[in-house]
């Protein structure tokens, strides 16, 4: 065993060893921490900005992505040899039947949303909230080319600029292939169009463009079999359904649109509790370099001791913002009449991942500070550990649609990611074996211990300013720190 | 002889540069240490090799009977020279703080903090944000945190840097009381005079190596600065010429050379100036000082050298 080891086994064992005094002072480092945090303005702000900003952007969020209001005005071209789709599109472009096509996607887009959160929106499906929703319904005026034009000048009038004042600008092009109507001789598929925009046509425009045409071509294609259109559309046209969930407590309507939503809220739940342990830490442990008061703690408590109790203090600052969300987010639920949807084991796991999550990114800030002087110096150490955060949220929605693809399973096991896949399964309408969960739970506790052992050597070797020490030969940079500290701090 | 602090040939390196060589230390059980040295002369790294904040490359050491001093930290008391409060916190809240850090029992702790601060002039201060102290009054906290749990072993780097004479006088007398309790004190200083005042024995360091150890009454005998050895080039007789020099109160012949007594309150530099105008030095030295000749007409003292008010300085003539 090296020195190095020793030295680290000599840590544990102030741990160990006087264990009633070690754990009284990480008690006390701990409770320190945690109250020099939340009682802070900044975090009493901070813990409000959260929600506050969730809010806003809800109850802000129609006003923040309305479409602008404005009528589109526009003409549209078409090319048709069939002959048969020009005044099918005619009906389909007329302001009242994109008005009644909208207002069918509307009730079809209601039907997914509970009772009890229809309340907060009576006037959702009304003329009003869908011109909110998707803007106002365009002006489109059908121009008619003749079957044999020529495409490259047709294509030329879509680039030309407006000379009156009334005159409407070339928005699209649309050429209807022959076969589009019937299929030729011999085949049993239908052809399509072509559609070409002019420049500056909006996504919302095409789509309305788009499903004008195509529902022309329907039309088009029932009245060559001799079918009312009315007929087909009312045939093939199921509204969905809500289903229900039976259960052993009994029946309960599924909510699939907040079901799918759960996962990714215990995710992000996750992630603000670590991040937000972890940015204090980091800055904790640098104020407590810049304010000289490291070596005054180092005299009473072991290099170990301290990093603990810093990490669990912290711990207990982001368990405390992790219970105000959740208590909030049971608040909700409860008004909406929805907390059956959630799982208290949800909430258990969601502790005991964030706890091994915390520990594992927690000790790596607390590495990162004890190794710098300052933020400045902080920022280029931590943007990879922010990175290990971000990754898993970055994979979220694949393992969330698919909790049990060979990705989400191996993902569960792979630290530190690992505790981000495995809340999204079990926070998913498929969850995981238990033995999956408890693997997942060991491997995960298993990176804990690695990140602490790694987090202590950094700790111990490089908290306090060796530069100082090393004088005369006093080094400068980060790097000429790098290869002094270890070595000079080391235990031999 | 129960040592308080025991090193044996401790030796630390920081990549090229050896802080501290072989170094050597007993500190006894009751001891008022001066630990005393130049800027850099390795005082706070051997301190800090001392409270086990750094770890030797090699040699032994032993603090209060134990191999490290992480097994006595609740005996020691440590101002580092690096010092500082969290600035936040309640200065009564910080000393309670240390306390518990201490291992004290937390029922004593409001009087004891009470007591301490009275003990510094600083009643009232405890409701206080310690960043609404002065800085001076933030030093007596830090040492107030050094002292509050009654250490066995009070070791001080550099304590009163940047205090003024009035607070350097009582925490001066702090310290002489800490060390009245019982408390071995071992603290380090870059100025003899404070050394001189308080202590009962002087280490000296310098480029990390021990130069001296003694009882500062035998130094005060031994190292008096006002005695001068004096080894002129021209072999005939100074004495009468130095004599009649305001400065000089005798002159004796010691082994070969001249032995040169200053008048009380005399500046030894400028006292050396006047005499070697006249004489060109074969060499010249301060007794039980390290002077060397590098040429016949030029000489430096090589080392600390204690004056009269108490500065170190090193003399070029």
């Known amino acids: 065993m090296g020195a190095d080891e020793q030295r680290v086994g000599a840590d544990l064992h102030d741990l160990a060893a ?173 052809g399509a169009y072509s559609l070409y925009l002019a420049a500056k046509v909006g996504d919302r425009i095409e789509n309305q463009i788009q499903q004008s045409v195509r529902e022309a071509i329907v039309n088009a294609r029932a009245r060559a079999l001799g079918l009312e259109p009315g007929s087909i559309d009312s045939m093939v046209r199921v509204d969905r359904v809500r289903s229900v969930t039976i259960s052993k407590e009994g029946e309960q309507q599924t909510i699939s649109a907040v079901s799918r939503a759960l996962p990714f809220v215990f995710v992000v739940l996750l992630m603000i509790g670590v991040m937000m342990g972890g940015q204090s830490l980091l800055t904790t442990t640098i104020e407590e370099k810049s304010n000289r008061v490291i070596e005054v703690l180092l005299s009473a408590v072991s290099p170990l001791e301290l990093m603990a109790g810093k990490i669990l203090g912290q711990m207990g600052v982001s368990l405390a913002v992790l219970g105000v969300y959740v208590l909030l987010g049971i608040v909700v639920l409860l008004s909406f009449a929805l907390v059956g949807l959630l799982d208290p084991w949800l909430v258990f796991y969601l502790v005991i991942f964030f706890v091994i999550t915390h520990l594992v990114m927690g000790s790596l800030m607390v590495a990162v500070g004890s190794a710098v002087n300052d933020m400045h110096e902080a920022q280029s150490l931590v943007t990879p550990i922010i990175m290990l955060m971000v990754i898993p949220v970055m994979f979220a929605a694949p393992i969330a649609r698919d909790p049990t693809s060979r990705f989400s399973i191996v993902m569960s096991f792979i630290p530190p990611f690992n505790t981000f896949a495995m809340l999204l399964r079990l926070a998913s309408s498929v969850p995981p074996p238990w033995w999956q969960v408890w693997l997942s739970i060991g491997v995960g506790l298993v990176s804990v211990f690695a990140a602490v052992w790694f987090a202590a050597k950094v700790f111990r070797d490089w908290l306090v300013d060796v530069r100082q020490a090393a004088q005369p030969g006093n080094p400068h940079s980060l790097g000429e720190s790098w290869q002094l500290k270890p070595e000079c701090t080391r235990e031999k | 002889m129960d040592a308080a602090i025991l090193l044996k040939g401790i030796t630390k390196t920081f990549g090229e540069t050896t802080a501290v060589r072989e170094l050597d230390l007993v500190v006894p059980r009751g001891g008022l240490y001066g630990f005393i040295g130049p800027n850099g002369a390795g005082k706070t790294t051997s301190i800090r090799m001392i409270m086990s904040i750094l770890f030797p490359d090699s040699g032994e050491l032993s603090v209060l009977g134990h191999s490290s001093a992480r097994e006595a930290k609740d005996r020691i008391g440590y101002l580092p020279e690096e010092r500082g409060v969290y600035r ?174 200053l008048v009380d309150r005399t500046d030894p530099a400028a006292a050396i100036r006047r005499i070697v105008v006249p004489w060109r030095p074969r060499a010249s030295r301060s007794r039980g000082q390290s002077w060397k000749t590098s040429s016949y007409n030029s000489f430096r003292m090589d080392g600390w050298a204690p004056t009269n008010n108490g500065s170190a300085q090193t003399f070029t003539i």
């Open chain 1, 18 to 190: 006087p264990a009633a005094s070690g754990m009284k002072k990480i008690g006390h480092i701990a409770a320190r921490d945690f109250l020099a945090t939340v009682g802070t303005r900044g975090f009493i702000v901070g813990l409000l900005v959260v929600p506050a900003s969730i809010a806003l952007v809800i109850s802000s969020s129609p006003r923040l992505f309305r479409p602008r209001d404005f009528q589109v005005q526009g003409q549209v071209a078409i090319v048709d040899p069939t002959g048969r789709v020009t005044a099918e599109l005619r009906s389909t472009l007329d302001p009242r039947t994109i008005a009644e096509r909208r207002r069918a996607l509307a009730r079809q887009a209601m039907a997914a949303v509970p009772d009890e959160m229809r309340q907060f929106g009576p006037n959702a499906g009304s003329d009003e909230a869908i011109q909110i929703a998707l803007g106002g319904i365009p002006n489109l005026t059908l121009v008619e080319r003749s079957p044999t034009a020529d495409l490259q000048q047709e294509k030329q009038w879509l680039t030309e600029e407006l000379t009156g004042e009334d005159a409407l600008r070339p928005l699209a092009l649309v050429v209807v292939r022959p076969d589009a109507v019937t299929p030729e001789s011999g085949r049993s598929t239908y």
């Open chain 2, 88 to 261: 936040k916190m309640r200065v009564g809240a910080f000393l309670t703080y240390m306390c518990r850090l201490k291992g004290l029992p937390d029922d004593s702790l409001p009087d004891r903090v009470k007591r301490s601060l009275a003990r510094v002039g600083l009643e009232g201060t405890d409701r206080k944000r310690c960043d609404e102290l002065s800085k001076g009054m933030q030093q007596k906290i830090q040492f107030l945190a050094a002292i509050i749990h009654e250490p066995d072993l009070l070791i001080l780097d550099e304590p009163f840097s940047g205090l003024d004479p009035v607070s350097a006088r009582q925490l001066r007398d702090l310290v002489l009381e800490e060390h009245g309790r019982g408390a071995t004190v071992l603290f380090s200083t870059h100025v003899m005079q404070q050394a001189e005042e308080i202590c009962h024995h002087v280490v000296m360091i310098h480029r990390g190596r021990k130069v001296l150890d003694e009882q500062v009454a035998t130094i005060r005998r031994r190292y008096d600065p006002r005695r001068l050895r004096f080894d002129p080039l021209d072999m005939s007789d100074p004495t009468p010429a130095l004599s009649a020099l305001a400065e000089v109160e005798r002159v004796n012949r010691v082994d070969g050379s001249y032995e040169i007594l």
